[in-house]
């Protein structure tokens, strides 16, 4: 594996950052799933939850929207927090996204709810159609006697419709532009990790056909280092380039595309890959070894790349230094997002690390808890200072879904 990057001691900031005890860390935790209900609670609206605490500023920003991504992983921990009122609310922000789902089948990005307007990007957003439909089946499991699922069937038949177009009829794997996903300032494009580890459990989720050739070629095309080279003939010269100029081989690639791949190692898409069960015991073991000797835990759970794509590699884009916004360490490009951070303590708690998954749980905690439990959007991943917009409602709702993991294996008992 390539060396990391390390982080420019001009940049660092010492932080009142110390080891804590057990019981501390309890107390925090504790703390922190009251504030996180309670953020939760004071970002719904009438037509579902909001994607950050209401302000001028929020607003200012579209903030004060429903986005789909976001709507679907609060779904998630709304179910599990405990809460009669979030339990009760976790469908609603859905159903209102599928009011405004495209002719075609697909599902916004975001719906202002001021204007009622659906907004799709630019280059088009994958991965809203992809988490709506697995946090519909999620609560629809949880509470099968609510008739979430009939309410919206002809939506669900045309999202899977919509998808299944920009899915490569050899492959079985999802295509997409770059700048089209939650990653929305990197240049990953074509087979992309994180879109596809979504797209898996689709498919294993909703009985659809095929799951498991996207399985093999998710691993064929994302991991080409311990496999034979593949008979189809596009595979094997998509593999060919990687695997002679690759040098990141311990965790899945981020995207894979003609002549071209990420090696930045990005930290969602590879935890969604184990969480969904694509990566078997030993390339698990290997992804959450290489994740931690990168640090991405540290602070505060998690940097959300290993390596940043700085301004002179091969993959950077004149748009990520728009604002000067996704310039190394910050925002997608190395920000550390404690709502990401759940989902690492989920992979560790699922995986019966109990122990260190309460610990790093903690330590997402205080992400949460800087700035008076301002649960900021992002923080630099160099000097963790708070980026984007505090009042994030899925930090809230990933923290709730990690607490979750650890009381009871919510992946694994998810349709496995």
Known sequence: MQAHLSVPDSQVVQHPYRASSASDDAELIAVCRERAVALLERNLSAHGILAATPGARANARGYGAVFARDAAVCALGMAVSGSARLEQEAATGLLMLASHQARNGQIAKFVDVHSREADFWYLGCIDATLWWLLALDFLARRRPHRGLRAQVEDNVQRAISWLLCQEHQRFGLLQQNEASDWADLMPRSGFVLYSNALWYQVKRLYGLPDAARTLDNFNHLFYPFSREIADYRRARLLMHYVRNRAHNRELYLS???????????????????????????????????????????????????????????????????????????????????????????????????QAQARRELAKVARANQLGGWAFNEWLHGATCAPGGMPGQSWNAAAFLLACACLEHRVFAG???
């Open 255 to 353: 995207f894979v595309n003609f002549s071209f791949w990420g090696e930045e190692g990005d930290v969602f898409g590879n935890l969604l890959a184990v969480l969904f069960g694509l990566a078997d015991g030993a390339m698990t073991r290997r992804i959450l070894r290489a994740l931690q000797r990168a640090g991405i835990h540290e602070p505060y759970p998690v940097r959300v790349v290993c390596d940043p794509i700085l301004e002179s590699d091969r993959l950077w884009r004149p748009y990520m230094g728009r604002h000067r916004q996704n310039l190394a360490w910050q925002y997608h490009n190395g920000g550390i997002w404690p709502f990401v951070g759940g989902f690492w303590v989920a992979a560790i708690a699922e995986q019966g690390t």
């Open 414 to 416: 998810w349709a496995r």
